[in-house]
């Protein structure tokens, strides 16, 4: 009984991996661990300096929460799949969080791209980064066109 990883920013590919990841688990016998990172926006201020602009960091982790929370809804109607996903919310970059948390894995999974990036890309610099750097086998799901 394995842990399945998956990368989840709310995009129809990190749906289609979470979708993915649930049926790999039930063929596994395994769990699926949903992880969503935030970080904090710099912005510069009228002297040069970067700053956070005092924004409360609670407000990136609620929001995150949400997203996460929406696409475990989209990936499954199943309730009793849906409370067996761990949660997890990280500060941090989606390519380190997802890389670190791939440790002791037995599969990590990911959209081919998420929400940043460049649309004419095959491969986001997240799933690039994962497929590289990864310490378990790794999955990249592409979305199905509509």
């Known amino acids: 009984m394995g ?8 995009s129809e590919h990190s749906i289609e991996a979470l979708r993915f990841a649930l049926a790999e688990s039930r063929a596994r016998q395994g769990t699926v661990e949903a992880i969503i990172t935030w970080s904090y926006p710099a912005t510069a201020d009228a ?8 924004l409360d960091p609670q407000m990136f982790v609620d929001s995150a929460r949400q997203t996460l929370e929406r696409a475990i809804e989209d990936a499954t109607a199943d309730p009793d799949e849906r409370a ?3 949660r997890t919310i990280s500060e941090g970059g989606a390519g380190h969080v997802l890389v670190e948390a ?12 998420g929400h940043g990036g460049f649309a004419g890309l095959l491969l986001g610099s997240v799933s690039n980064q994962c497929v590289h750097h990864a310490h378990c086998p790794v999955t990249v799901i592409r979305a199905e066109s509509h």
């Open 3 to 10: 842990r399945i990883v998956v990368g989840v920013d709310g």
């Open 102 to 113: 791939s440790r002791g894995a037995e599969l990590l999974v990911v959209g081919s791209r």
């Open 47 to 54: 002297y040069g300096g970067v700053g956070f602009g005092g």
């Open 84 to 86: 067996a996903v761990v």
